[in-house]
């Protein structure tokens, strides 16, 4: 018996495209002018609990309306968003997004091409970027990249290559065994903790990974760096790879990248750079010197979604020589055969680069952001992230009841409310400008004492933004004194 074929209204488009056409449209203006308005919004707001318990539901089992499920959207889950388009946003490092990039992410989704290989255009975009951040770095023609979620998973395939590239590639059908037992890596106290996390994953373990001290700027120490690759050479340990920070999570501070980059030559060392959101620096002619020794990385890991405003998410890793970076990934299968011709032409394959096959379009809205506002402008933004943190901190230096807590080196300032009980006081305090919507700081602890930490990103932050922020800390400092909530 033929069963029965199902009909055409099975299929997931539309029945009326008109009237999609036209829901389509109100979205789009709507969230035009969400990201227009910005601005009249609080910058960030608490969950209440109706709200929360709305995505407690249960499994949709028959079809919705989509003028009532963006209803839902407009109401439930737009108005509760993390904040970081806003320009009060300085919280940890998150960049702000644009209109141009949101834009582009709704082109990929409609082209929905999976970029984990084949022939077609998509492919050709994400190479042009790659060929662009080549140039960007002054990396050689053979270097290679790809596009990855963030930093800490570029962090984690740095390692794998520098892995591989010790202990060649039997290591990946072997394991790391007893050589890789005794590899050990380099980095500073004030490296990100990804990094500790990435030797964890690659199966070294995070005690092979040696954090060394920084000076009170937060610069590794390379002279005790050296000294720690004689110890440990001393003792049988194999020393394999050194990861530098161009800007520190916690305030900014960049490496002396030349002598890092010095070192791992001497040693014969993999030299990686965790640039998530400081490499881009290079675009400002003003920031590029603090970046010297960037361009003889081995590899470098960064964010376009941080300072390049592409919206989340498009992390990025470079590798100077491609082979060494394919040598790590690439895995012969036979239904990913390569041909010379037809739709699986075109290798290497981006899937030859890292874990993953299946990919989104990231490289879409990389292009249409480096494109629409071209690098010296992208570059100026930048460096106005910084003069704005140079602004914040000479508000705080001239202000008796706050105290800089860290030089100001690229566009982190921490800083704090003097109080008796202080780390409480700060940690409530910036609770509290959360809460109100007013600017959305956070916190971190330098020298065991606690921080705010206002991380100016957002390209649409300005002076007025600095402002209220410091307006902020003054009056619930003040309040919180005054109500006797902190001694
Ligand atoms: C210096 C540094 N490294 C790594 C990361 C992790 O990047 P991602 O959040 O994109 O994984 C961050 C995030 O802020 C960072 O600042």
Known sequence: MTPALPGPSETLDPQDWNELRAQGHRMLDDMIDYVARIRERPVWRPIPDEVRARFRAELPR?????????????????????????????????????????????LAAGLNANLGGRDHIPIEVERQIVEWTRAMFGFPHEASGIFVTGTSMANLMAVLVARTAALGQLVRQHGVGREGALLTAYTSTAAHGCISKAMDLAGFGSDALRSMPTDSSHRVDVTEMRAQIARDREIGLKPFLVIGSAGTVDIGAIDDLKALSALCREENLWFHVDGAYGALGVLSPALAPLLAGLESADSIALDFHKWAQVPYDAGFLIVRDGKQHREAFSAPAAY????????????????????????????????????????????????????????????????????????????????????????????????????????????????????????????????????????????????????????
């Open 62 to 106: 028959a079809p919705s309306d989509l003028a009532d499920i963006y209803r839902e959207f407009s109401q439930f889950i737009a108005p509760y968003a993390t904040g970081n388009v806003h320009p009060g946003f300085m919280g940890w490092v998150h960049g702000g997004g644009t209109a141009v990039g949101m834009l582009a992410e709704m």
């Open 336 to 487: 990913l055969s390569r041909e010379t011709r037809g739709l699986a032409a075109g290798s290497p394959w981006p899937c030859d680069l890292g874990p993953d096959l299946s990919r989104g379009f990231r490289a879409l809205k990389t292009w249409f952001t480096l494109k629409a506002f071209g690098t010296e402008k992208l570059g100026a933004m930048i460096a106005r992230t910084c003069a704005l943190a140079g602004y914040l901190e000479a508000r705080i230096l001239a202000e008796p009841r706050l105290e800089l807590l860290a030089p100001v080196q690229l566009n982190i300032v921490c800083f704090r409310y003097r109080a008796a009980d202080a780390d409480r006081m700060n940690n409530d305090i910036v609770a509290d400008i959360q809460e109100s919507g007013i600017a959305a700081p956070s916190t971190t602890t330098l020298d065991g004492v606690l921080a705010i930490r206002a991380a100016i990103v957002n390209h649409r932050t300005d002076v007025s933004d600095v402002d209220a922020l410091v307006s902020a800390v003054l009056e619930f400092g003040a309040r919180r004194s005054s109500d006797g909530l902190a001694p």
